[in-house]
């Protein structure tokens, strides 16, 4: 089972910044890849970033790349997602799991309760 809590999320114009953060239990950070998915209403959840459990390799979805940068703090069980220039179509709840690399799918099928990301045009 993922035990994630997922903040940061809020409102915000088109164009701006939001840095996301999710704290992970150690047994599910420790030696895992890393990732944050999102979900539109009506929509599937889709994939957006992942970081490997080393922290070095990142993978973006082609809708973020360039505008998105997923890290993790190793100390504090936790990845971040900054969120740059920031578009409508980004809107939706944010979700962090383990993630399986080369696929990028989500490791587990617990989820987190998400953090809400809104941006206005």
């Known amino acids: 089972q993922v035990h994630v809590v997922e903040s940061g999320g809020g409102l915000v114009q088109a164009g701006g910044s939001l840095r996301l953060s999710c704290i992970a239990s150690?047994?599910?950070?420790?030696?895992?890849?890393m990732g944050w998915f999102r979900q539109a209403p009506g929509k599937e959840r889709e994939f957006v970033a992942a970081?490997?459990?080393?922290?070095?390799?990142?993978f973006y979805a082609d809708s973020v790349k360039g505008r998105f940068t997923i890290s993790r703090d190793d100390a504090e069980n936790t990845v971040h997602l900054q969120m740059n220039s920031l578009e409508p179509e980004d809107t939706a709840v944010y979700y962090c799991?383990?993630?399986?690399?080369?696929?990028?799918?989500?490791?587990?099928?617990?989820w987190g309760q998400g953090t809400q990301v809104t941006v206005s045009s």
């Open positions: 970081v490997a459990w080393f922290g070095a390799i990142t």
């Open positions: 799991n383990v993630v399986r690399w080369e696929t990028f799918e989500n490791e587990s099928h617990d």
């Open positions: 150690e047994r599910t950070f420790s030696t895992s890849h």
